[in-house]
Structure formats: structure tokens, C-alpha cells
């Protein structure tokens, strides 16, 4: 695969702190941190002695990266806790195993991924935009989703689609330049062009969905936009681009 990734304002919150035994509040379908604090314990040759609280914002299975987030803000802060930390190369492979998107989210900025998306590489984009992001229905099955992508024989010329990924993250300068990246393979909505209708500059689905972004040059219409589309029970939030872990 190739895929840009960019972290983004709208986040869950986790905390850790050390305790008697593992255990993980706040998110009762979590499976994702406690596997990672779990793999981290066996990694360092510790107990995985460690109290996480999850505050969830993001939707659940939205093809925003919520759990695989969560694991990696677990993985870096009870790595923090340790005597002896682990690498950051010895913490990103084992984040790797867990998710191919989570090393991603041990990194500052956005992220070319290739291979199956744990391969990085750091891009210089734009920042300084809005972002309406709203949630369209619910997320079949990722496996569903691949399936539908094999059964169109959608990697026929994936070479060329990468290639032409590749020249255009080399000549974006400003956000504007951000609509010459090709569509999303896996997934498409009208939501999109609603967004597109309302100005933004570029708008698509958000990983394998069911979430569609619109990119906006100004808040007041990126907040109208939100407040346009969160109806019908569509749930919409604005969000702006973040740089930093």
C-alpha cells in the first residue's frame, strides 16, 4: 500500500500509571492497549503492572486510527515508566506487530506509509488548514472492504496510482496543493462532494471509512460545513492538522 498519514486534533486521551496488576478503564470493547501493554511487559522482561483510563472522542471503527492511537499512547507512556525504556526502534517494531498504522503514531508529523503501512517516511506538508470531518453510516468489516477492493481487481496498476501519489506529495507548497493527492482506492461517499459543495478543497473518505474529511482554507466555513452536514444522524466535528506525539 501507499497512504499519507496526518494526525489530527480530534483525539481520544490516555493515561498510565503503574499498579499492582494490568488493567484498563474507560473503554469496555479496548483490546487494542491492553495487548500492547501486554507485548511491552514480555518485551522488557517486567510484569504488566500498569493502570490505563482511556477517554474516547473518536468514533469507533471510523478509519480515524482511535484504537491503534490508544496503543501507541500506551506503548509510549508506560515505556516512559520503565527503569529501562525500551528503544524507539525496538518500541516501533513492537507496535508494528499490533497494527500496521500504530508506528505511525509514535512519530512527529505526517507519514508516507508503504509496504503494509508501518514502512515511514517523514513528509514535509502543509498545516495550516480546517478540517470537517463527518461520520457516514457505519463501517462494514475491513476485511469486507478488502474484499470488495479484490473482487473490482482494485491493485490492478496500484505501480502507477503509487507513482503518481509520489509526484504529487513532491509538489505540494501550500494546502491548495493538497487536492492534487489521488482519491482514496478503498472507499468513496457522496458526503464528499457535499463537502467539495461547501468549499472545501479536497475532500474523501478517511482510511477504509465509514469517516469522510473536507479541507477547508478558513474555520468560519469548515464550522459551517459541520454544522451543515451533522444531521440526519450524521455525527460531524471540526478538527485542524497536529504535528507533535
Known amino acids: 500500500m501507499a497512504t499519507v498519514y496526518q ?10 500509571e503503574p499498579a499492582d496488576a494490568l488493567r484498563v478503564d474507560g473503554f469496555a470493547d479496548d483490546t487494542l492497549v491492553r495487548s500492547a501493554l501486554e507485548r511491552l511487559a514480555q518485551a522488557a522482561a517486567v510484569e504488566p503492572r500498569w493502570r490505563a483510563r482511556i477517554w474516547k472522542r473518536i468514533p469507533v471503527a471510523g478509519g480515524l486510527g482511535g484504537g491503534s492511537s490508544d496503543a501507541a499512547t500506551a506503548l509510549r507512556l508506560a515505556n516512559a515508566t520503565l527503569s529501562e525504556p525500551l528503544p524507539a526502534g525496538r518500541l516501533e517494531g513492537l507496535a508494528a506487530a499490533l497494527g500496521a ?16 503501512g508501518s514502512e515511514l517516511a517523514p513528509l514535509d506538508l502543509p498545516q495550516d488548514y480546517w478540517i470537517a470531518l463527518v461520520l457516514d453510516g457505519e463501517k462494514p468489516s475491513t476485511a469486507s472492504v478488502y474484499r ?13 496510482r503509487r507513482a503518481r501519489l509520489l509526484d504529487a506529495l513532491g509538489g505540494i507548497r501550500r494546502p491548495r496543493d493538497l487536492a492534487m493527492l489521488p482519491p482514496n482506492d478503498l472507499a468513496s461517499s457522496p458526503v464528499a462532494e457535499e463537502l467539495r459543495a461547501r468549499g472545501a478543497f479536497r475532500a474523501d473518505v478517511s482510511g477504509a471509512g465509514p469517516t469522510v474529511y473536507g479541507l477547508f482554507h478558513h474555520r468560519s466555513a469548515a464550522e459551517a460545513a459541520v454544522a451543515a452536514l451533522a444531521v440526519h444522524g450524521r455525527r460531524a466535528w471540526l478538527a485542524a492538522p497536529a504535528w507533535y506525539v
Open 148 to 160: 470488495r477492493f479484490d473482487a473490482r481487481q482494485g491493485a490492478d496498476g496500484f505501480d502507477e
Open 101 to 116: 498504522d500504530i508506528p505511525f503514531f509514535l512519530r512527529d508529523g505526517p507519514q508516507l506509509g508503504t509496504g503494509d
Open 7 to 16: 494526525r489530527i486534533t480530534l483525539c481520544d486521551r490516555v493515561a498510565i
